[in-house]
């Protein structure tokens, strides 16, 4: 028995900047790791705020 089912069905969906797929932000699972980011990237103004999705225990950036 094939382990692998519809597998022809996955290798005609668009993998690229065709598939009209929205940007999502970069999430950090501390706090301090989200800091070093943003200033790796040179951000002056910025603030760290916790992701409110359900559960979530994960920490965005946000530009002020």
Known sequence: MAKRLHTRKKRYLPKGPERNRKKRFKT??????????AESLGLKKYKVVKSNYGLSKKFKIVLE
């Open 28 to 37: 950090f699972l501390d706090e301090t790791k989200a800091k070093t980011y």
